[in-house]
């Protein structure tokens, strides 16, 4: 095994961009870039977002997003963005993916779920022998998590008891790095891992499971998350070369494990990417082969609150994971963040799977991203910067190195700061959380411990897990078309912290006002500015001395009068806490 995985990334360049107008719908369209700009130029203006002396061409900069990986995405694909680029690594997979399901029930049988749609078993954890009763273990791949030797020989066991041997896609599990990546202190030892990987290469199936998962659950960006399964992978490639095997053995032992988000053309992405720079390290240590991907839609994106929206997330997940190429798919059920996921969310989950082969015959084509302007570039830049991630790992020692000194985490947290801070300022909003709560809703009831990971809406969580006593009255000022935007938005960002609210209703003056008040400590004034300039102090000044200790106003910038303000871009659980603070 070499350690050459610190030098670049660059390959030669196999595809050549077709230069020219801009392609859209019909052969007679003939819309060039200028027009494109011109048009999108005027709606931004329209929106307040450019202003007349702006140029057109200024929508790219305006519309330009940027990732957590510090990677601007265009908000057009254009030819240009292929020049110079590389695309190799693309997904070879044909036909469909393996629908795998996780099994966690300590007795319960696996035989239901390969009877309704899932191809292969993922036994996360209970008894070997309860969970595999009449499963044909010739057909069905099985997946160990966290495999250890006395589990990976107690499955060989009862294939041979059986007079079958495993398929040839099972996978022992061992991964004694993500084990310590999720602070697991029964993480497998390396000496447990060459052992299971030995009676893998023995027996025909796959030994060791690089679970990039681990670090996503934790915070990690994209080129965080493939960074690390590289520097991993590399890691478990020295071992198992170091324990007698080649390099070839070595890697074909190798199976993936990334996290699907809703964000399609990122995971997609990811996947392409992350396989094309499998590719580069297994060059550069001499050998050759493909990168096996398993994606699980991930955890962290889900929500305990309104769950039904998880469905659709898992979806677009399970789609985009599709797409990417991936050679197995797991959707994660959308009641997993309640216990542990009925008969109904497990079924939802393979049917996703089902429904995207079966019908939409998604799987019918092999990369079917590949020559989209758009992928094509996020893919290019989401390996060169996982490169980079791996280039960092490595220069301090390796993936064991950068876990102990702390440095990989490090970075992993500073990500994750970041998104905390788009979702408290729900610039990254999450649906039926932190935007359009249902604060009467009646959550399915579930038994066990949820998902332990750090999901992306857990400071909204606390919050509606805590509700306040109390409501908050919201004062609106003038008839309903005044107040109804700043009003609607008050109450959605109230809701998104528990708390719900008293409204006023239309009125004509302070004297409407107080009539609806009934005494509720917080009171949050919603009006237009002409009506805050013209009777909003009064308002305030009223319903203090009726009761109200504490006046907030839907505005950017609170006015003299009032304690608070709200608006769009507020970090809304600093505002959430201080309110829910007044009303104790």
């Given at each position: 095994m070499t350690d050459?995985?610190?030098g670049g990334l660059e390959e030669p360049e196999e595809l050549q961009p077709e230069q020219g107008a801009l392609r859209l719908a019909a052969p007679e369209d003939d819309a060039t870039r200028a027009d494109w700009e011109k048009a999108a130029a005027a709606v931004l203006r329209k929106g307040g977002r450019l202003t007349d002396d702006d140029s057109d061409d200024a929508v790219w900069a305006a519309l330009t997003r940027?990732?957590?990986?510090?990677?601007?995405?265009?908000?057009?694909?254009?030819?240009?963005?292929?020049d110079d680029l590389v695309t190799s690594g693309r997904p070879t997979r044909t036909g469909d993916w393996d629908i795998r399901v996780p099994l966690h029930e300590p007795d319960g049988t696996a035989l239901p779920d390969l009877e309704n749609g899932a191809t292969s078993l993922w036994l996360v954890s209970g008894r070997l022998a309860d969970q595999l009763e009449g499963v044909m273990l010739d057909l069905a791949p099985v997946v160990l998590e966290n495999g250890t030797p006395s589990t990976a020989r107690r499955l060989l066991e009862i294939a041979a008891e059986r007079g079958i041997r495993l398929h040839p896609d099972s996978n022992l599990g061992a991964d004694p790095l993500g084990t310590r990546v999720r602070g697991d202190s029964h993480s497998g030892?390396?000496?447990?891992?060459?052992?299971?990987?030995?009676?893998a290469l023995e027996h025909g199936v796959r030994g060791v499971v690089v679970d990039a998962t681990s670090a996503h659950d934790l915070g990690a960006s994209d080129a965080q998350e493939v960074g690390y399964s590289l520097a991993a992978g590399a890691t478990y490639l020295r071992m198992l070369t170091a324990a007698g095997m080649t390099v070839d053995e070595?890697?074909?032992l190798l199976e993936f494990r990334y996290a699907a988000t809703d964000e399609q053309f990122p995971t997609i992405a990811k996947l392409?990417?992350?396989?094309?720079?499998?590719?580069?390290?297994?060059?550069?240590?001499g050998a050759s082969g493909e990168q096996r991907q398993h994606a699980v839609t991930s955890r962290a994106m889900l929500s305990a609150y309104d769950p039904w929206v998880n469905m659709l997330r898992g979806t677009v997940a399970a789609f985009a994971a599709g797409v990417g190429g991936a050679e197995a798919v797991t959707v994660v059920p959308f009641d997993s963040p309640l216990g542990e996921p009925d008969a109904f969310g497990r079924r939802i989950a393979r049917n996703v799977s089902s429904l995207l082969l079966a019908e939409s015959h998604v799987g019918a084509v092999t990369d079917p991203a590949g020559g989209a302007y758009a992928v094509e570039k996020l893919t290019d830049d989401l390996a060169t910067a996982a490169w980079a991630e791996l280039q960092r790992i490595e220069g301090v020692g390796g993936i064991g190195a950068?876990?102990?000194d702390?440095?990989?985490?490090?970075?992993v947290e500073g990500v994750a700061a970041t998104r905390a801070r788009d979702v408290a300022t729900r610039a990254k909003p999450i649906t039926g959380l932190s935007e359009f709560p249902h604060l009467g809703e009646t959550l399915p009831e579930r038994v066990g411990r949820p998902d332990q990971v750090r999901r992306w809406g857990a400071a909204f969580e606390a919050l509606r897990a805590d509700p306040p006593a109390q409501h908050v009255f919201l004062a609106t000022l003038g008839p309903v078309a005044q107040h109804t935007a700043r009003a609607s938005f008050a109450a959605n960002l109230l809701a998104a912290g528990g708390i719900p609210v008293d409204v006023a209703g239309a009125t004509e003056g302070v004297e409407d006002v107080v009539t609806a008040y009934q005494g509720q400590r917080v009171v949050c004034l919603a009006g237009s500015d002409t009506a805050y300039d013209a009777w909003g102090r009064d308002a305030a000044e009223a319903l203090r001395g009726a009761g109200a200790t504490r006046v907030i106003v839907v505005v950017t910038d609170a006015p003299a009068w009032a304690d608070d303000s709200c608006a769009a871009g507020v970090d809304a659980v600093e505002f959430l806490t201080r309110t829910r603070e007044a009303l104790r």
């Open positions: 050459e995985v610190a940027t990732t957590y990986d510090g990677i601007p995405v265009p908000p057009l694909g254009t030819p240009d963005l292929l030892s390396d000496e447990g891992m060459v052992e299971i990987a030995r009676l070595a890697a074909g392409r990417a992350a396989r094309r720079c499998w590719a580069r390290l297994l060059g550069l240590s950068a876990l102990e702390g440095s990989f985490l490090g970075r």
